[in-house]
Structure formats: structure tokens, C-alpha cells
């Protein structure tokens, strides 16, 4: 047996000990960029919601009063002149959510809260204000 190459098992337990360790610290930063980057998704998609909002307002005076999402929707993606919210945009916001919290929407004001998909359920709301996580 002398004489053989080979690695000794004292080698391959060193090899799978560091790759532990490097997966130990890659994983939860992954987990982490990932979470992000669910929550950018949904921040941008409330954001282009809050933009329809704002349009609807320069072209009515006032916001849709309604307290359910599926009115919200079907005023802002009804046929009017210039589209606000299509339904590939509700699509997309559906997609980056993993729930809808509390819409409110009357004519003067509107908080809409989503829950994002990260591991947390992320709180995300919508005022005329601006977006807060």
C-alpha cells in the first residue's frame, strides 16, 4: 500500500469542513440580497400603483373612493382616455406581493398597505407621501 496517491480521510474531512463554513456565511447573505431584492420588487410595483393614483387625481380632482382592492382595480384599469394601471401592471403587483393589508382610498387620500414576499412579510404602505417599508 505504500507508495499509493491518494487523499487521506484527515484531508477530505479538512476539504468538507471549510466548504461548510464558506456555505455557512454564503447562505444567510444570499437569504438576505434575496429578501431585498423581494422587497425592492414590491416597493417599485406599489410605487407604480401610487403613480396611477396621482394621474387619476390630476385628471378627476379627487382619488377613487373605494376600500376594496378589485373596485381599485377595475377604476383604475377601465377604459379612459390614458390607460393608469393596466392589467399586466396588477399582474406584476400581484407577482412581488405575498398579501394585501389595508386599502383606503377616498377622495382626498389613500393609504394602501402590501405585505412583500421575504421572510418576514415585510410591511410596505402607500400614501400620497410616498412609500415607507
Same mark, same amino acid.
Given at each position: 500500500? #505504500?507508495?499509493? #496517491? ?36 414590491? #416597493? ?8 396611477? *393614483? ?6 378627476? +380632482? +379627487?382619488?377613487?373612493?373605494? +376600500? ?6 377595475? %377604476? ?16 406584476? *403587483? ?13 377622495? %382626498? ?7 412583500? #414576499?421575504?421572510?418576514?412579510?415585510? %410591511? ?10
Amino acid at each position: 500500500m #505504500k507508495g499509493q #496517491k491518494g487523499f487521506t480521510l484527515i484531508e477530505l474531512i479538512i476539504v468538507i469542513a471549510i466548504i461548510a463554513i464558506l456555505a455557512a456565511v454564503a447562505i444567510p447573505n444570499y437569504l438576505g440580497f434575496r429578501d431585498r431584492a423581494n422587497i425592492s420588487a414590491a #416597493k417599485e410595483s406599489l410605487g407604480s400603483l401610487r403613480t396611477a *393614483l396621482e394621474v387619476y387625481r390630476a385628471d378627476h +380632482n +379627487n382619488y377613487p373612493a373605494t +376600500n376594496d382592492v378589485g373596485t381599485l382595480e377595475s %377604476t383604475l384599469t377601465a377604459s379612459n382616455p390614458i390607460p393608469y394601471f393596466s392589467q399586466s401592471d396588477w399582474d406584476k *403587483l400581484e407577482a412581488n406581493i405575498s398579501s394585501w393589508g389595508t386599502v383606503n382610498v377616498t377622495g %382626498t387620500d389613500y393609504t394602501i398597505e402590501v405585505k412583500a #414576499k421575504d421572510r418576514n412579510n415585510t %410591511t410596505i404602505t402607500a400614501t400620497p407621501g410616498g412609500i415607507t417599508p
